[in-house]
T-cell receptor, first 112, second 115 residues
């Protein structure tokens, strides 16, 4: 069974204070690791897909990296508008290969 | 805006009742997925349809059912509702092949409150 664990559960940063969010996963045959951003009461917003260890993707102040066991979402010089819950999900090649398995998310608060 | 639409936005009903949630996928997407999000469980996969046929089932209760119509919109039917069914219900869609099949785009959700 695919599993995703995200840490920390919550993170408070001062504006401009860079940090990283962690996503640890176990999956049989990774077919993709996904990062989403979710604002309160809204649907998850797709950010990145990573497919193999060593891959990196960037978008504005966000950079996602992938190893064989973990993914990190690095946030550089965050702004208050980056405040949201960040969700990590995996798709494996096992019996549940059509679905995404999500972690419980990291709630990020950026203080001006 | 992901291009996925869901109606209604909010739904308040009583225990024992039945409701229907509706989803229209992004233009051209053949796959529709339904997820339930509650405070303690996070996002849980319920069911997937691909071009009108059921493709995968997750943690979906027997009281819940879904279908996808020829125009590709999908409906999730929840019956004999219980207090614990109160949650956000999301629909997502994805393309038909390769990386576009992999990436799921979510709608704004339906907030269901069972009283």
């Amino acid at each position: 069974e695919d599993q995703v664990t995200q840490s920390p559960e919550a993170l408070r940063l001062q504006e401009g204070e860079s940090s990283s969010l962690n996503c640890s996963y176990t999956v049989s045959g990774l077919r993709g690791l996904f990062w989403y951003r979710q604002d309160p009461g809204k649907g998850p917003e797709f950010l990145f897909t990573l497919y193999s260890a060593g891959e990196e993707k960037e978008k504005e102040r966000l950079k996602a990296t992938l190893t064989k066991k973990e993914s990190f979402l690095h946030i550089t010089a965050p702004k208050p508008e980056d405040s949201a819950t960040y969700l990590c999900a995996v798709r494996g090649s096992g019996a549940g290969s059509y679905q995404l398995t999500f972690g419980k998310g990291t709630k990020l608060s950026v203080i001006p | 805006d992901s291009g996925v639409t869901q109606t209604p936005k909010h739904l308040i009903t009583a225990t024992g009742q039945r409701v229907t949630l509706r989803c229209s996928p992004r233009s051209g997407d053949l796959s529709v997925y339904w997820y339930q999000q509650s405070l303690d469980q996070g996002l849980q996969f319920l069911i997937q349809y691909y071009n009108g046929e059921e493709r995968a089932k997750g943690n979906i209760l027997e009281r819940f059912s879904a279908q996808q119509f020829p125009d590709l919109h999908s409906e999730l039917n929840l019956s004999s509702l219980e207090l614990g069914d109160s949650a956000l219900y999301f629909c997502a869609s994805s393309g038909s092949s390769g990386h576009s099949y992999n990436e799921q785009f979510f709608g704004p959700g339906t907030r269901l409150t069972v009283l």
